[in-house]
T-cell receptor, first 115, second 117 residues
Framework: AQSVTQLDSHVSVSEGTPVLLRCNYS??????LFWYVQHPNKGLQLLLK??????LVKGINGFEAEFKKSETSFHLTKPSAHMSDAAEYFCVVSGLSGGYQKVTFGTGTKLQVIP | DGGITQSPKYLFRKEGQNVTLSCEQN?????MYWYRQDPGQGLRLIYY???????QKGDIAEGYSVSREKKESFPLTVTSAQKNPTAFYLC????????????????FGDGTRLSIL
């Protein structure tokens, strides 16, 4: 079975402080992992992806995530939050199931950035 | 620029009415997907298609129907059998949907917001 858990439904940070959005996953096989961002009334935009290469993945807009197999985690971080980072973030796991790609989305974390 | 176009952006449905949401992509992707998004529930898969003239039910297909007559197009019909259709609907595509390419990300349109009149 494949699942993904985003540990916080809401995160609030001050502008200029670090961001940490937590994600834990479960997968029977070596999964691919993704983080997407969604601004209000928009589609999802890919931030970064992990596909069994380097465990520290750098994405767009200064975000990065570290794949930790022992902890089954894929947390998203950014050193310094910007007002434009306020959005909803989704952790996604993709793996093999019955011979085809199965994609499972987390329930999302809303990031609020306080000026 | 390549991308996915969903239309309309806002749609209203009357009681007993079927409505169709459009999704067009010019990315030359084989696989296309429809998701429903409700607050606090993430995205739930309605239907997906890996190739023209073939599609499969997702986790919440009841009350919905699709067709895939062209590679570029994957319209979704919300039928009158769907009793709670109010939601944000997202269409996505990926290069392929088969096992060997599970590391390919999905590309999303900007969504259609469906409401009941």
């Amino acid at each position: 079975a494949q699942s993904v858990t985003q540990l916080d439904s809401h995160v609030s940070v001050s502008e200029g402080t670090p961001v940490l959005l937590r994600c834990n996953y479960s997968s029977s096989y070596s999964p691919s992992l993704f983080w997407y961002v969604q601004h209000p009334n928009k589609g999802l935009q890919l931030l970064l992806k992990y596909t069994s290469a380097a465990t520290l993945v750098k994405g767009i807009n200064g975000f990065e995530a570290e794949f930790k197999k022992s902890e089954t985690s894929f947390h998203l971080t950014k050193p310094s939050a910007h007002m434009s980072d306020a959005a909803e973030y989704f952790c996604v796991v993709s793996g093999l199931s019955g011979g085809y790609q199965k994609v499972t989305f987390g329930t999302g974390t809303k990031l609020q950035v306080i000026p | 620029d390549g991308g996915i176009t969903q239309s309309p952006k806002y749609l209203f449905r009357k009681e007993g009415q079927n409505v169709t949401l459009s999704c067009e992509q010019n990315l030359n992707h084989d696989a296309m997907y429809w998701y429903r998004q409700d607050p606090g529930q993430g995205l739930r898969l309605i239907y997906y298609s890996q190739i023209v003239n073939d599609f499969q039910k997702g986790d919440i297909a009841e009350g919905y129907s699709v067709s895939r007559e062209k590679k570029e197009s994957f319209p979704l019909t919300v039928t009158s059998a769907q009793k709670n259709p109010t939601a944000f609907y997202l269409c996505a595509s990926s290069i392929v949907g088969i096992a060997a390419y599970s590391n390919q990300p999905q590309h999303f349109g900007d969504g259609t917001r469906l409401s009941i009149l």
